[in-house]
T-cell receptor, first 109, second 113 residues
Framework: DAKTTQPNSMESNEEEPVHLPCNHS???????IHWYRQLPSQGPEYVIH?????VNNRMASLAIAEDRKSSTLILHRATLRDAAVYYC??????????WGAGTKLIIKP | DGGITQSPKYLFRKEGQNVTLSCEQN?????MYWYRQDPGQGLRLIYY???????QKGDIAEGYSVSREKKESFPLTVTSAQKNPTAFYLC????????????FGPGTRLTVL
């Protein structure tokens, strides 16, 4: 199964952009890249997903490298409510999400 | 409102007892999932189901059982065979496409006394 690698934690200042990196060097051609985030003691929440092209939605942007071996989640203007654990996940042809340990994002006021 | 409900939110169990966690969804999703999460860790897949009356083992199915008699419901039983059942349990549902996002319930925190 393809795996993802993320930094354990990152810090950012409030109202500044945040770039969360993810490596997935063994990704297959049909794997989608999904991002979820999780607040303490809550279920994960979907953020964004993509296959090859960069994607934007109301929550974030997803930049995917041309070789698809890495991607970056971009929060354009972080707020304190964005403090969470962010998971970069691959969804394979068996419809399963393969979860890693995620990146804990700390937002400083 | 559409969504996923899990009950109870907190559950305490004595060693040697079976316990069943409830998961219901009204999103008309075909696929449902059960995950286990330990402190500071990511999610690990216990079981998943893509259609009524059918389900597949995930990475850590030993000591757990499920049923899918209705599209809306996917209960998880934690049996006495599960050696370390204290954890946070999350239920999710989704469509069947590889691009489909998973929607999660609020979770059940199980503690074995």
């Amino acid at each position: 199964d393809a795996k993802t690698t993320q930094p354990n934690s990152m810090e950012s200042n409030e109202e500044e952009p945040v770039h969360l990196p993810c490596n997935h060097s063994t990704i297959s051609g049909t794997d989608y890249i999904h991002w979820y985030r999780q607040l303490p003691s809550q279920g994960p929440e979907y953020v964004i997903h993509g296959l090859t092209s960069n994607v934007n939605n109301r929550m974030a942007s997803l930049a995917i490298a041309e070789d698809r071996k890495s991607s970056t989640l971009i929060l354009h203007r972080a707020t304190l409510r964005d403090a969470a654990v962010y998971y970069c996940i691959l969804r394979d042809s068996n419809y399963q999400l393969i979860w890693g340990a995620g990146t804990k994002l700390i937002i400083k006021p | 409102d559409g969504g996923i409900t899990q009950s109870p939110k907190y559950l305490f169990r004595k060693e040697g007892q079976n316990v069943t966690l409830s998961c219901e969804q009204n999103l008309n999703h075909d696929a449902m999932y059960w995950y286990r999460q330990d402190p500071g860790q990511g999610l690990r897949l216990i079981y998943y189901s893509q259609i009524v009356n059918d389900f597949q083992k995930g990475d850590i199915a030993e000591g757990y059982s499920v049923s899918r008699e209705k599209k809306e419901s996917f209960p998880l039983t934690v049996t006495s065979a599960q050696k370390n059942p204290t954890a946070f349990y999350l239920c999710a549902s989704s469509g069947l496409g590889t691009a489909d996002e998973q929607f999660f319930g609020p979770g059940t925190r199980l503690t074995v006394l």
